[in-house]
């Protein structure tokens, strides 16, 4: 009787169960739970041995990125340009080669321009630099998100 029981049981709500795993699926599939879609909160990710420092980046209610790198290398780096794309917006900084130290953080650096989003608009900032050291050149590619003016 009582595997009569759970057998009519697993039949009369399997469907349901498959249901919500096909709809929960559809959302993954969709980006619902992307950070990107619902802005939680600000970070970045990518990035090489010159990276954004953490909480070093902000975008203001004008447009403008304001960025700071931390060198994390074992050399001394130099940072040659850092290019910056928001919504098909691409903007470029020119660092000139300026030689950021084992260890320490850049100048902030202004993009402006960025952005024409107001303020409390999520943003994702695409970030392409090219630094290197003596010898050679690298590049790197990350993102940084947040919230604009705060």
Same mark, same amino acid.
Not at 130 to 138: A, K, P, R, S
């Given at each position: @009787?009582?595997?009569? $029981? =759970?057998?009519?049981?697993? @039949?009369?709500?399997? *469907? @349901? +169960?498959?249901?919500?795993?096909?709809?929960?699926? /559809?959302?993954? /599939?969709?980006?619902?739970? &992307?950070?990107?879609?619902?802005?939680?909160? $600000?970070? %970045?990710?990518?990035?090489?041995?010159?990276?954004?420092?953490?909480?070093? *980046? %902000?975008?203001?209610?004008?447009?403008? +990125?304001? +960025?700071?790198?931390?060198?994390?290398?074992?050399?001394?780096?130099?940072? *040659?340009?850092?290019?910056?794309? +928001?919504?098909?917006? /691409?903007?470029?900084?020119?660092?000139?080669?300026?030689?950021? %130290? $084992?260890? &320490?953080?850049? =100048?902030?650096? &202004?993009?402006?321009?960025?952005?024409? @989003? %107001?303020?409390?608009?999520?943003?994702?900032?695409?970030? &392409?630099?090219?630094?290197?050291?003596?010898?050679?050149?690298?590049? =790197?590619?990350?993102?940084?998100?947040?919230?604009?003016? $705060?």
């Amino acid at each position: @009787m009582k595997a009569q $029981s =759970s057998v009519e049981f697993i @039949m009369n709500y399997s *469907w @349901m +169960l498959a249901i919500v795993g096909v709809v929960i699926a /559809a959302l993954f /599939a969709l980006g619902f739970f &992307n950070q990107d879609v619902w802005g939680l909160g $600000s970070g %970045k990710s990518g990035f090489g041995d010159l990276a954004p420092m953490d909480g070093g *980046w %902000k975008v203001d209610e004008n447009g403008t +990125l304001f +960025l700071k790198f931390r060198n994390n290398a074992d050399a001394d780096l130099k940072l *040659w340009d850092v290019n910056a794309n +928001l919504r098909n917006v /691409a903007k470029s900084y020119d660092y000139g080669g300026s030689v950021i %130290k $084992s260890g &320490n953080d850049s =100048s902030v650096i &202004n993009i402006t321009g960025v952005s024409t @989003m %107001k303020k409390g608009d999520y943003y994702s900032i695409n970030i &392409n630099m090219t630094y290197g050291t003596v010898d050679i050149n690298f590049t =790197s590619e990350g993102k940084v998100w947040g919230v604009i003016g $705060s």
